[in-house]
C-alpha cells in the first residue's frame, strides 16, 4: 500500500514537472513584432480577460514584417526636444500593502523578513493599480513610453488585459494631442509565459499565460523585433525564470528642426524620410534584465548581448535609446536610501564597464532624492524600506540626454517611472 502510495505521489510529481517544463518553452529569437497604429477614439473601454479579443487588433495596420508601415504618423526629427519614460507596471499588483514571496532581506538590527504575495490582492485591486500607473504616465505627456510587466492574461492578475487598459487611455488621451494626428504605435513582446504554478501555497501565483513589455511613440516606428536574453536553462532555471528579452523599434528620422524647449507641439514632422543611409533611424530599446541573479552570471550575458547589439547599431549610424528595469542599481544609488533595512542579496552594482564604446548610462539629475525601485520583503513602510534605482536610460553619444526619476510614493508598483529629456544631433 506504502510502495503504490509513493509511486502514484512520484507519478504526479513527475508528470507536473513535465507539465511546467513544456509550458515554459521558450519564445523564439528575432522574432518580428507587429507594430499597431492606435487611433485616437477608436479604443473601447475594457479591461480585458481570459478569451477576450486582443484590444489591439480593434486599430488596424500592423507595421512590423510584411505589414505597412504607420504612414500617416509624423517622423522624428534632429535638433527637436523629446520625452521619453520608462516604468516597470509590477503587473498592478505592487500597491503599499504588497509583498513579494521571492524576496527576503534583512532589518538593521538583524532580523530575517520575506515577502508573503505572489498575486494581487484582488481584481479591483489590479485595475485600480494600473490605471493609476496610466495616469502617472500620462501626466508626463511623453513622446515615447516604456513598460515591463504588463499582464495580458494571468491568475495572478485576474485575468486582466492590462495592455487593453492601456491601449485604450494612451489612445484617447495621449493619442489625441501634438503633430500625430491622433496616433499612437504600439508593441508589445511577451517575456514571461508558465503552467499552473503551485507555489506559495497558501495563495499560489496560477498560470501566466502571457505577460511582457510594451511600447508606445507619437512618432512612425517602420519595423519592430523581439530579441531573447540568455536565460538559466538548467531545468528548474527554465520554469521559474522570465524568457527575457529586449525589444527594438525602429523609428525612421526626417530632416532637422529648430529645437524646441518643449515636447511635440512645435513640431510639424515634415520632410523627406532618409530611409537607407546611416543615421537614419532611431533605434528605441525596451529592456527588462534578470532580476534573482546571485552569481551575476545571467545579467552578465544579457548585458554582453545587448551591448554588442547597440554597437553594431551605433556603427551603422543609428541613434540608440535603452531603457527599461536593468535590475542592477545606478552609480551612487545602492546604499542612497537604505532606510532601516539592510542591503537585500538582489541589489548589485551597474557594470558600466559593460557599456560599449560611445554610450552612457544617464543618471537622473534628481537621483540624489529620489529612488526608482523599493525592496518588497515587506510592505511599503516609508523610511524603513530599502530603496534603490534599478530604471533608467542609455544613450549612444549621437543623443544629448537628461534624465528624472518621478516621485509616485510607489502607489501603483514597486518602482517609479523615470523620464528621459533627449536631441538627437
Known amino acids: 500500500m506504502i510502495v503504490a502510495v509513493v509511486v502514484t505521489v512520484v507519478a504526479i510529481l513527475g508528470g507536473y514537472l513535465i507539465y511546467l517544463y513544456v509550458k515554459s518553452a521558450r519564445i523564439p529569437d528575432n522574432e518580428a513584432l507587429t507594430v499597431t497604429e492606435i487611433h485616437s477614439g477608436q479604443a473601447e473601454p475594457g479591461a480585458g480577460g481570459e478569451g477576450e479579443e486582443d484590444a489591439s487588433a480593434e486599430f488596424g495596420s500592423g507595421s512590423g514584417e510584411g505589414g505597412e508601415s504607420a504612414g500617416s504618423m509624423a517622423v522624428m526629427r534632429t535638433g527637436i526636444t523629446y520625452k521619453a519614460l520608462t516604468y516597470n507596471i509590477g ?46 504616465a500620462i501626466e508626463q505627456n511623453p513622446d515615447i513610453a516604456l513598460f515591463q510587466e504588463v499582464d495580458k492574461n494571468a491568475s495572478r492578475s485576474y485575468k486582466i488585459n492590462q495592455l487593453h487598459m492601456m491601449s485604450d487611455a494612451f489612445g484617447e488621451r495621449l493619442g489625441g494631442e501634438g503633430e500625430s494626428g491622433g496616433s499612437l504605435a504600439e508593441i508589445y513582446a511577451g517575456n514571461f509565459h508558465s503552467g499552473w504554478l503551485l507555489w506559495p501555497p497558501t495563495r499560489p501565483m496560477g498560470a501566466v499565460n502571457d505577460s511582457g513589455i510594451a511600447t508606445y511613440s507619437r512618432y512612425r516606428v517602420n519595423a519592430a523585433e523581439r530579441v531573447s536574453l540568455p536565460i538559466d536553462e538548467s531545468f528548474f532555471g527554465r520554469i521559474t525564470d522570465i524568457d527575457r528579452c529586449f ?47 546571485a552569481g551575476e552570471k545571467m545579467r552578465g550575458e544579457q548585458m554582453k548581448k545587448l551591448a554588442d547589439y547597440m554597437a553594431e547599431e551605433r556603427a551603422k549610424g543609428n541613434w540608440v535609446i535603452a531603457g527599461g528595469d536593468w535590475n542592477q542599481s545606478f552609480p551612487g544609488s545602492i546604499d542612497a536610501f537604505t532606510g532601516r ?45 530599502y530603496e534603490t534605482i534599478l530604471d533608467g536610460w542609455i544613450v549612444s553619444d549621437d543623443v544629448t540626454a537628461s534624465a528624472e526619476n518621478i516621485e509616485t510614493d510607489y502607489q501603483a508598483s514597486d518602482h517609479n517611472p523615470v523620464q528621459l529629456t533627449f536631441v538627437l544631433q
Open 91 to 136: 503587473f498592478g499588483a505592487y500597491d503599499h500593502a504588497f509583498s513579494y514571496f521571492m524576496e527576503e532581506s534583512t532589518t538593521a538590527r538583524g532580523d530575517k523578513v520575506k515577502g508573503l504575495m505572489s498575486r494581487a490582492e484582488s481584481e479591483d485591486s489590479v485595475k485600480k493599480n494600473v490605471g493609476a500607473a496610466i495616469d502617472a
Open 247 to 293: 525589444t527594438v523599434a525602429r523609428l525612421p528620422v526626417g530632416g532637422s528642426g529648430a529645437e524646441d524647449s518643449g515636447n511635440s507641439e512645435a513640431q510639424s514632422g515634415e520632410g523627406t524620410v532618409d530611409s537607407g543611409s546611416a543615421g537614419s533611424e532611431v533605434v528605441l530599446i525596451n529592456v527588462h534584465l534578470s532580476a534573482y541573479d
Open 341 to 385: 533595512m539592510a542591503i537585500p542579496a538582489w541589489a548589485k552594482p551597474f557594470d558600466e564597464s559593460a557599456l560599449p564604446e560611445g554610450f552612457t548610462l544617464i543618471t537622473a539629475d534628481n537621483a540624489d532624492i529620489i529612488a526608482t525601485c523599493r525592496d518588497t520583503s515587506i510592505p511599503w513602510t516609508p523610511g524603513v524600506s
